[in-house]
C-alpha cells in the first residue's frame, strides 16, 4: 500500500500533467481559430456579434397634462406626480390638466 505522501506526491504530477495538456489543447485551439479568422477575413468585431444598428434608448414622451400654478407637467406614464395626485383629491378633475 502506498503512503499519504507518495499518493500526495503522485497527485501533484498528475495535476501538473493536466494543466499541460489544457494548455496544449487551448494553444491548439487558438490556433485553428486564427487560422479560421484569417481564412475567412474575420475580425474581433465579427466575433463579437456588435450589430451595426443603433441601440434604443428611452425616448422622451410628449406631456399630456400641466399644472398651470407651477408648470409641472405629467406624461401620463408611470405613477402620478404628487402635485396630480393631491389636486385630485382636492377635487379637481384630470381633465383639468390636460394640454
Known amino acids: 500500500m502506498s503512503s499519504v505522501s507518495e499518493l500526495l506526491a503522485q497527485k501533484a504530477a498528475i495535476e501538473q500533467q493536466i494543466a499541460e495538456a489544457q494548455r496544449a489543447e487551448r494553444a491548439g485551439a487558438v490556433a485553428k481559430v486564427r487560422a479560421l479568422m484569417a481564412e475567412h477575413g474575420l475580425t474581433m468585431a465579427d466575433l ?6 443603433p441601440k434604443r ?38 381633465g383639468d390638466f390636460t394640454i
Do not use: C, F, H, M
Not at 463579437?48 to 444598428?53: Q, V
Open 57 to 94: 434608448t428611452g425616448t422622451k414622451v410628449a406631456p399630456k397634462y400641466r399644472n398651470a400654478e407651477t408648470g409641472d407637467t405629467w406624461s401620463g406614464r408611470g405613477l402620478q406626480p404628487k402635485w396630480l395626485k393631491a389636486a385630485l383629491a382636492s377635487g379637481k378633475t384630470i
Open 48 to 53: 463579437a456579434g456588435k450589430s451595426t444598428a
